[in-house]
């Protein structure tokens, strides 16, 4: 046996720009939306004359801004709303609005339901199997007033669904799970080919959630559209407390982004990066646009709005997990309808309404005209963001002090 001690890394063979955790383990710092700072211009732009509109694929978004397929954010007349201002609203295939023909009455009955059975009641009424009659018909309720509609699936069943939708009208298919790789190892049942899926159909497909560079590259690479970036930033999310995965969602979204660029010059061809949650006000949705996304998905602030499905609730896709729920139920103040939260004009002033307003006037401020110039805008580490000058909006919890 020998008794030589063992012998840690040497310094100079860990990446550079890593820290120290122990002699085992070293990692790279990473950012969330109240550590950075974005750094005005040296021209300004009047916001009006800002181009905000965003590519998905084929489509082309006036708003570059998406509602998260949560069942207390979208049903139908959600999705029409947010159609007919310029969004668009991604309506959950596995949720309650293709389980019941009255999905509104289980919607009340979880907002009744007491906090400390709640997750019972969430994983009782998500037994009753989806029906492909009401996908068609969700589907079609929303084109017919001349919207865009997107849907969301898991992956194990989007190769099933992923006619079904198109025939019925869908203008996107978004395949979400929480994380979301090209290459998944599996036993028990076949793995989605995204490269055969998104060659069967003529609508773009959205893949997500991925936080990471290569794993984001392999997926830009089966032909997808767009891809949605972050695992557990949402409000009502628990992944990063279950599981303890999850990069905070300025620097995944940097990585993203950095995988897009690679892609763009290995292929010629864009995919739009999405950054999926963790977003509570505006400031946090420019933060988004600045650290490289091409468009936002945003369910805690719209499940605010009057119109939203949850009446005054909302929670994550994973909440009702039979096994291992990875969300909660959470109450939202309800204070403002869809467009006031979308584009105003805002009635308060803590950055949770008119998001587009905010994105407007920061690019001006950043002297952007364009989306893809506000990639380019210079970030800032800045962990006294939040608090400096702040003392007394703290105290009395009002503007930034909420």
């Not at 979301?180 to 773009?204: C, G, K, M, N, V």
Request: aromatic share 4%; glycine share 10%; hydrophobic share 45%.
């Amino acid at each position: 046996m020998s008794l030589r001690a063992p012998v840690a890394p040497k310094v100079q063979d860990w990446p550079p720009e890593t820290q120290e955790l122990g002699r085992f383990k070293r990692a790279r710092r990473a950012y969330g939306f109240d550590e950075v700072a974005l750094v005005p211009g040296g021209v300004t732009i009047n916001p009006a004359d800002v181009d905000i509109s965003t590519n998905l694929g084929t489509l082309r978004l006036p708003i570059p801004i998406l509602a998260a397929a949560m069942d207390g954010v979208v049903n139908v007349p959600f999705a029409i709303a947010m159609g007919r201002l310029g969004g668009l609203a991604v309506l959950n295939l596995d949720g309650l609005q293709t389980r019941y023909d009255d999905p509104d009455r289980v919607l009340a009955e979880i907002a009744a339901t007491p906090a400390d059975r709640v997750n019972g009641r969430l994983q009782a009424v998500y037994q009753t199997p989806v029906q492909e009659r009401l996908i068609d018909e969700r589907i079609r309720a929303v084109k017919r007033e001349g919207v865009l509609v997107a849907v969301s699936t898991v992956p194990a069943f989007a190769a099933r669904r992923a006619r079904l939708v198109q025939e019925a009208g869908a203008d996107c298919l978004v395949v979400q799970g929480t994380v979301l790789t090209a290459r998944h190892l599996s036993r028990s049942y076949e793995q989605l080919s995204f490269e055969r899926l998104t060659a069967d159909l003529t609508i773009p497909v959205v893949a997500g959630n991925c936080v990471e560079f290569n794993t984001a590259l392999e997926l830009m690479r089966t032909g997808i559209a767009g891809i949605l970036v972050g695992v557990g930033p949402g409000a009502a999310c628990t992944t990063r407390g279950v599981l303890g995965v999850g990069v905070p969602q300025v620097t995944a979204t940097s990585d993203v982004a950095a995988a897009r660029e690679a892609y763009l010059e290995e292929s010629g061809r864009r995919v739009a990066v999405v950054t999926d949650g963790g977003m509570r006000v505006g400031g946090d949705v420019c933060k988004a646009f600045a650290a490289g996304a091409d468009a936002v998905m945003i369910g805690s602030i719209f499940a605010g709005a009057h119109e939203a499905a949850g009446q005054g609730f909302h929670w994550g896709m994973a909440t009702p997990d039979a096994s291992l729920p990875r969300g909660t139920r959470i109450e939202v103040r309800r204070r403002a309808g869809l467009k006031e939260t979308l584009v105003g004009p805002a009635t308060v002033d803590d950055g949770s309404q008119n998001l587009v307003g905010a994105l407007r006037a920061s690019m001006g401020v950043c002297g952007a005209r364009t989306l893809r110039e506000f990639q380019e805008t210079e970030m800032v580490i800045a962990p006294a963001i939040q608090n400096e000058g702040k003392l007394d909006q703290q105290a009395q919890r009002v503007g930034m002090g909420r």
